[in-house]
């Protein structure tokens, strides 16, 4: 069946290190992903997407990586700043339907 | 700012009552998406619409509906509500009906007390 998921629910990082939060998904008919941002009381914020017929997409200090053979997804955060502290979560879209994972929470350490 | 307007931004409601959501999308987007959020279960897709078109439906209970009115804007209505409706509804929208480059809301916090 279709599932999004995410590896881990939490990730800490350090100002200024880069990050790296990772999705695995199961519907190997999914052509086209989406990585979101959500701060507390928000709603979920478009960074960056990828069509299936890619495999690397970088935008501004962030790059997301689609790896088919493996269904798994990957963003990249580089520099990692304070404002980067939120949930991530990744959504795949198949048959106009967007299916987002379990989020993962991110907190950058000062 | 998304450009994507949800009305209202809070709602408290008693078990058994009715309630509509409001979303209006950005200017130009013909889909119109409805998420609902719960702390414990994520985003939940709920129904789609394009161009005043149901297009897709998620898992969204019978006592749940939604329209398009020609304006594009969107309202969801929820009925016979239960102590577990209680989440964020968000709408999202976006310009074509593949949800590519899906804008959202602020989000409306509904509590059934």
């Known amino acids: 069946g279709e599932s999004v998921g995410l590896h881990l629910p939490t990730l800490s990082v350090q100002e200024g290190d880069n990050s790296i939060i990772n999705c695995a998904y199961s519907?190997?008919?999914?052509?086209?992903f989406i990585w979101y941002k959500q701060e507390s009381g928000k709603g979920p914020q478009f960074i960056i997407d990828i069509r299936s017929n890619m495999d690397k997409r970088q935008g501004q200090r962030v790059t997301v990586l689609l790896n088919k053979t493996v269904k798994h997804l990957s963003l990249q955060i580089a520099a990692t700043q304070p404002g980067d502290s939120a949930v991530y979560f990744c959504?795949?879209?198949?048959?106009?339907?967007?299916?987002f994972g379990a989020g993962t929470t991110v907190t950058v350490r000062a | 700012d998304s450009g994507v307007t949800q009305t209202p931004k809070h709602l408290i409601t008693a078990t058994g009552q009715r309630v509509t959501l409001r979303c209006s999308p950005r200017?130009?987007?013909?889909?119109v998406y409805w998420y609902q959020q719960s702390l414990d279960q994520g985003l939940q897709f709920l129904i789609q619409?394009?161009?005043?078109?149901?297009?897709a439906k998620g898992n969204i209970l019978e006592r749940f509906s939604a329209q398009q009115f020609p304006d594009l804007h969107s309202e969801l209505n929820l009925s016979s509500l239960e102590l577990g409706d209680s989440a964020l509804y968000f709408c999202a929208s976006s310009y074509n009906p593949r949800g590519t480059e899906a804008f959202f809301g602020q989000g409306t916090r509904l509590t059934v007390v």
């Open positions: 619409y394009y161009n005043g078109e149901e297009r």
């Open positions: 959504a795949e879209n198949n048959d106009y339907k967007l299916s």
């Open positions: 519907n190997s008919a999914s052509d086209y």
């Open positions: 200017s130009g987007d013909l889909s």
